[in-house]
């Protein structure tokens, strides 16, 4: 019997406990309940704030004429989206035209410009990745072993830098060239002039070649020296500066 009556006293005890923690926690939430109630009564008995307007005022617009167009000097697309072959050094006084003329007009089209590389095939499919868009070309001969070519390749470049990665392909090359001496092209950043200080004999006779890669915006500049002595620095430098100077 005395074990009956402890466990009789055990609940009796747990029992009161629970409805004190029930009593606690519905106080709790009487509470916040009470608080929140109190919080919308004080809102609504104050006055409304009022908005501030969606729309906005009406800006008065300048009348007159607009700003002029950028000049060509002020402005390079003025001068590249136009006829490209204007860009060209003109011919020295004195040049005879070349052997083989390039391009038709002192234009290259993709395919013809493909044609001047080892593998064509490849160089077509790479330039039309890389959004070509055309290419202006001129050349001369000042006798019968010295003779030039210079050429303007221009790019879309929708998707990509395609002017800067062709000038770089055209470095990477040229530093690889045995004998090969290379300077910088001033006011260019990465352009570079290259001189081969070692003939080509390939064909039966000894070429000596000089070169020139740079870009300006849209345009890769590439410029192609060949003589039976060898080029001086300046000549290509020259050559190099001046065709810059004209983009």
Not at 166 to 171: D, I, K, Q
Not at 179 to 199: E, F, H, K, L
Request: glycine share 8%; charged share 25%.
């Amino acid at each position: 019997m005395r074990l009956n009556r402890s466990l009789i006293q055990v609940r009796v005890r747990l029992t009161y406990a629970a409805a004190g923690v029930l009593l606690i926690a519905a106080a709790a939430v009487l509470g916040v309940v009470a608080g929140t109630c109190t919080g919308y009564v004080i809102q609504a008995g104050r006055e409304p704030t009022a908005l501030p307007p969606l729309s906005q005022p009406v800006l008065a617009q300048s009348k007159g004429k607009g700003p002029e167009p950028l000049s060509a000097a002020q402005d390079g697309r003025v001068r590249t989206d136009g006829d490209l072959r204007t860009l060209l050094l003109k011919r020295p006084s004195g040049a005879q035209d070349p052997l083989f003329e390039p391009g038709h007009d002192g234009w290259m089209s993709l395919a013809e410009y493909a044609e001047t590389f080892k593998e064509p095939a490849k160089e077509f499919k790479y330039e039309i990745g890389a959004e070509f868009r055309r290419a202006a070309v001129t050349a001369w001969r000042l006798d019968d072993t010295y003779s030039v070519e210079i050429r303007l390749v221009q790019y879309r470049q929708e998707e990509r830098l395609a002017a800067a990665d062709s000038a770089e392909n055209g470095r990477y090359w040229a530093e690889r060239e045995a004998g090969s001496r290379s300077w910088a092209i001033p006011g260019t950043g990465d352009g570079r002039v290259y001189v081969r200080t070692r003939p080509d004999t390939e064909s039966g006779v000894s070429v000596y070649s000089a070169e020139a890669h740079a870009r300006r915006g849209d345009i890769a500049l590439e410029i192609w020296i060949y003589d039976a002595k060898p080029i001086s620095k300046e000549k290509v430098m020259d050559l190099a500066k001046r065709q810059v100077g004209r983009l």
